[in-house]
């Protein structure tokens, strides 16, 4: 493997481009993510995805799974660049940057590529609208052996930066797929199980009702919940209880709740 091109200008072409993939419009042209930190570059490649662009700081130790990206980018036809650790703190905007960064193409699964069946339970959120919700709830999905993720109608981005973060590294392991809500119900009527829906208004509780397997469990957004629209296509809502003074939970600690819930259920 030749040696790396060295990059120490923070004005450099390669560094701006890479700096814009804070930015959502710049990831939908591009196609392109950022993942910061060795643990998340081993979960890519562990996944079979290795990336378009590997950054390397000056000060990275020497570490096998650091010469395993290097060699997995330049086979896969991506490229390996050394950077200084002003221009990591650059692209990743923190004061203390991980001393690797990767750039990726993003992946998306087509609604209709999915097979039910092929898990116990799944996920699809309306208009979640915070990165690190919609990142945690993808680090849940796979934790708990969900088929995969759908985002319903204007939802946060899953590969912005906070979103990614949020994951560590189950990005790289979660099917994930955007539709409209129209799509959706459409796709939604061949769907062989439960359809499950969170309401503040559910007369049952999350441990009371009955689940078929694969349930498709649907949580709404963050402020107004799930809307009239999505929630009439649900065979059945549930409530999770409030038993202090908050009257309810957050997206993805309610979201977990009723993952495993369901999934211990079925």
Not at 96 to 117: C, E, Y
């Amino acid at each position: 493997m030749s040696e790396p091109r060295l990059i120490t200008s923070l004005t450099n072409d390669t560094v701006k481009a890479v700096r814009a993939l804070h930015m959502r419009k710049e990831r939908e042209a591009t196609g392109l993510f950022l993942a910061e930190g060795l643990k998340f570059i081993g979960e890519a490649l562990d996944q079979g995805r290795a990336p378009k662009m590997l950054l390397v700081g000056l000060e990275a130790r020497a570490h096998p799974l650091l010469e395993r990206a290097k060699t997995e980018t330049v086979r896969a036809g991506g490229e390996v660049v050394t950077v200084t650790h002003p221009i990591l703190e650059k692209i990743s905007r923190k004061e203390n940057p991980q001393t690797v960064l990767g750039v990726f193409g993003q992946s998306f699964a087509p609604l209709d590529s999915l097979m039910p069946a092929a898990a116990p339970s799944w996920i699809a959120l309306e208009q979640v609208r915070d990165p690190g919700n919609l990142g945690t709830i993808i680090r849940t999905a796979d934790s708990a052996g969900c088929g995969g993720v759908i985002l319903i109608g204007d939802c946060v981005d899953p590969f912005s930066v906070e979103a990614v973060r949020a994951t560590m590294g189950s990005v790289f392991a979660v099917s994930i797929a955007r539709t409209t809500p129209d799509a959706f119900l459409a796709w939604r009527e061949g769907w062989p199980g439960s359809v499950v829906g969170t309401r503040l208004d559910a007369t049952v509780g999350y441990r009371e009702a009955a689940y078929a397997r694969p349930s498709l469990i649907l949580m709404g957004n963050e402020q107004a919940g799930l809307t009239d629209h999505l929630a009439a296509t649900c065979d059945v809502t549930v409530k999770i209880p409030m038993r202090g003074r908050a009257d309810s939970l957050n997206l993805a600690v309610a979201t977990g709740i009723m993952v495993y819930a369901v999934t211990d259920s079925l």
